[in-house]
């Protein structure tokens, strides 16, 4: 493993910056109903039509915990292979806000419900560990609207008390490509546990960035600043790069970086500050005294325990152990459920080796040209298969294939048939082939003559005229045997 | 029957049930004394011609087996009633209508109850004199000028004066019974967790719990029987097996163990009350009981360590009323700068102070000193209950360190009128349930009431020892009806 050849480094005159990156993920809990109140959670709804009493923060009113979302949190710290804290608490972080109707977010500080844990990243120079310090559950808040009136600022509670997972990173990353290597990750585990659908346009997952630089070797962590709500894998790197690049500049100048929080500005492509340590909330936090400590028992998490499926990880070993994939194939394979399944379905009747560079080869590309998720493939699982047959029993060639699989790609048509209707099938009777290598010998008697008295390079010529006067159709590797005895 | 108000709940019960009264007569005749009542100040919104409706609409078809057949009744203004104003006693919640029903409340209209208005209390149910409310004091009927006790005291006014036969007030502190002690009634504060506080505007929610208010302990018995219910909508609601109060109620109390804690000898407190105590140490012995001398090590430290607590809760409870949602607004610049201007004019000089302290009490640097203190104080007040009730059923004492006092006595010393709270705030602090009962008057005849504590979730074995104290003490409150002209 040539670690130096990736390792991601600002450098600067004589010397060489190392960028320590943590992550505060927040991720929105996949469930019907909010943390603490039961209304619905459901994307796109009009203002305000889907807020409850609670969710107003009315006099009188009691937050009710969802047992829903505590299973869900519990599931993905499983996931993520930590310490599920059988007894946790929910605090209240006490601040002003208007879209913050209960003038506090009810959130976990000083006992969350999931301790540490652990991310396996796949890099291109082999696995790296990532760290969580902590998974804790907490409500977003609702929604201010600045721009659709000249004075006044517009509030949408939809949102308010959405129950969402922070998951805190260890200051593990060190470069933009494994946050995206990380993000993804735990987007994929989340996706395969279902307990967060990681769409990010919908906001259902953002995170704070902790970005700090120091010079290369350095053990003491420099000064971080944190960039707020960031809500793309992309954003995020561009974050990090110029947040990175603008701590260097600083220290090279011989000055000291603050610590504050950042915001990133994704028009200018630059973080600007938010406001400084100074200035800093004082969240008073205080343990929530309309709600008990949430208590969970070892059976409660056991049952959890067996709703787990295969995670990534796991199916990635399963993959290289069961079905002979490189490690590059099988963490395409597995990088999400969706795709996995579709391999796993293909694989069920047809050769592993050949499903796997279809899938990952023609498949992916085909997708990704139409702009599709796997889901909403035109070729389904079964019809793959089938193509991969016909190729393996050598009624179509890998040439033919292609056209095959083309014509499929317009709908989800059965490939036998389109080899059946279209003629496409390969010619592997010797007699057929015989007489048709007779002719086009005779056809180029000259060029015949030429490749006895030894001119061998125009054995291609042949193969190739062979091909187009069969339409393609003709077996290559009989065409080669024939021919080679003709000549 | 021209008496209709001088009637006790049970009796009217009884009268409606046997049909010698109608819903209509007795509520048009707490109407009636009700409105020759007004310079009490005890009601903040009334709701009369609706009760009256609700009256006659109950006496067209009366539900007679329900156990508040058609019985008036107001209620304290921190009670969130559907339709109808509840304010808190605060302006920030003047123009506020619910448009949902606390549980407490609905399990009273459920059992038959109409409502009559909404009672007057301090703002947010901060003080002990009922001076803090924004819609003035109530006076005590006991006396012209004289505080009613807080911060349920238009409930506590309302009841003795007979403008309603019971009411449910909430009890902090001691909201519920330093109130009834000041004016002669009885007063329940349940356990912890008995009664939802689901709808009640919340003060400090791990120590607010509401509880009934009434002319005597069976009538007391009878709403506590009604308002004590698990509530899912609660998470410090508990499910446990609550008694038919008022049918197990007993004046048997013969071999109850009942101890007297040392420390509630505290000092300067005046002789009437250390003569009230021994008095009432005497009606235990008459009823049987044994008294036992017990030590709570901690009673010194409730204080304090109720007023970190308390207010600090009360800080974040508090941060909802910001003039964005609901309630008063005043314009403001910006954000900001609306929300200062509400919220210093939206509340008053003592929910103030109080929001001050708890901010301060909960700040980086400070919560550890105060708050975290507070908390293991508090569990030590608690463990202290826990140790004293190995050995007896229940505690006596007395139910304030004074009788009631003037209008305006204390209103600028805070720390004299917390001092109030003494004897009561231990219990909220260690969840248990608190009753306090009449038990004499004082030089000027003003009324005195003791105390008694009991173990968590015993309410009966509580109201059993009041039930039979009561009988023993033959306590008869002077009321002159001085505010009728």
Known sequence: MSKDKSEYLINRKDNQYEVVIGLEVHAQVTSESKLFSTSSTKFGAEPNTQVSLVDAALPGMLPVINEYCVKQAIKTGIGLKAKINKRSVFDRKNYFYADLPQGYQISQFKDPIVGEGKVILDMPDGQKEVGIERLHLEQDAGKSIHDLDPKNTFVDLNRSGVALMEIVSKPDLRSPDEVNAYVKKLRSIMRYLGTCDGNMQEGSLRADVNVSVRKKGSKVFGTRCEIKNVNSIKFMQMAIEYEANRQVDLIEEGQSIDQETRLFDTKKNETRSMRSKEDAHDYRYFPDPDLLPLEVSDDFIEKLKLEIPELPDEKKKRFIEKFKLSPYEATILVSDNETSNYFENVIKKSDVKLATNWIIGELFAALNEKNLEITESPISAGNLSKLINLIKDGTISGKIAKTVFENMMEGDKDPKKIVEEKGLKQESDPKALEALIDKVIDDNREKANEYKSGKVKLFGFFVGQVMKVSGGKANPQLVNEILKKKL | ?485
């Not at chain 2, 009256?52 to 019985?71: H, R, S, T, V, Y």
């Not at chain 2, 009942?258 to 407190?269: L, S």
């Open chain 2, 1 to 485: 029957m021209s008496d209709i108000t001088k009637q006790s709940l049970s009796e009217l019960i009884k009268n409606i049930k046997d049909k010698k009264l109608s819903s209509t007569e007795v509520t048009k005749a707490f109407v009636e004394r009700s409105e020759k009542s007004k310079e009490l100040n005890a009601y903040v919104t009334e709701d009369f011609s609706a009760a009256i409706d609700k009256a006659k609409k109950f006496d067209e078809n009366p539900n007679l087996d329900l156990k508040l057949p058609g019985i008036p009744m107001a209620v304290k203004d921190l009670f969130c009633t559907k339709n109808v104003k509840t304010t808190a006693g605060s302006k920030i919640l003047n123009n506020f209508i619910p448009t949902y029903e606390s549980t407490v409340t609905q399990n009273i209209w459920n059992e038959g109850a109409i409502l009559l208005g909404k009672l007057n209390c301090d703002e947010f149910a901060m003080g002990s004199s009922n001076e803090t409310s924004f819609f003035g004091c109530v006076q005590n009927p006991i006396d012209k000028d004289l505080v009613p006790g807080g911060s349920s005291g238009g409930s506590s006014s309302a009841v003795a004066a007979q403008l309603t036969p019971i009411t449910i007030g909430t009890d902090t502190g001691g909201s519920i019974r330093q109130p009834a002690s000041f004016t002669g009634i009885v007063g329940l504060k349940p356990t912890y967790g008995s009664c939802s506080r689901y709808g009640i505007v919340a003060f400090a929610s791990s120590l607010d719990q509401a509880g009934p208010m009434a002319q005597n302990v069976r009538d007391c018995a009878l709403l506590h029987e009604v308002i004590s219910s698990y509530d899912e909508k609660d998470s410090t609601s508990i499910d446990f097996k609550r008694n038919n109060y008022v049918k197990e109620l007993t004046n048997n109390i013969k071999g109850k163990k009942i101890g007297i804690p040392k420390e509630y000898r505290v000092d300067a407190m005046p002789k009437e009350i250390e003569d009230l105590w021994k008095k009432g140490i005497d009606y235990a012995k008459d009823c049987g009981a044994e008294i036992i001398d017990i030590s709570l090590p901690h009673t010194n430290y409730a204080l304090p360590t109720y007023y970190i607590v308390a207010p600090a809760e009360a800080s974040s409870n508090l941060a909802r009323y910001d003039g964005v949602k609901y309630g008063f607004r005043a314009d403001g610049e910006n954000l900001i700068d609306m929300y200062e201007k509400t919220r210093s004019e939206g509340f008053g000089a003592e929910v103030q102070r109080r929001i001050m302290i708890g901010t301060y009490v909960l700040s980086s640097g400070y919560y550890d000193a105060y708050y975290l203190k507070a908390q293991k104080v508090r569990k030590l007040i608690k463990n202290d209950f826990d140790e004293a009730y190995k050995k007896v059923d229940a505690i006596l004492t007395p139910s304030t360190p004074s009788s009631a006092f003037k209008i305006g006595e204390k209103t600028n010393d805070p720390v004299s009128m917390y001092l109030n709270d003494i004897f009561t705030v231990p219990v909220n602090l260690a969840g248990l349930p608190g009753i306090s009962i009449p038990a004499g008057h004082d030089a000027k005849g003003y009324p005195l009431g003791l105390q008694i504590i009991g173990k968590a979730f015993d309410e009966q074995n509580l109201l059993n020892i009041a039930y039979a104290m009561e009988e023993k003490i033959n306590f008869k409150n002077k009321i002159t009806d001085w505010w009728i002209k």
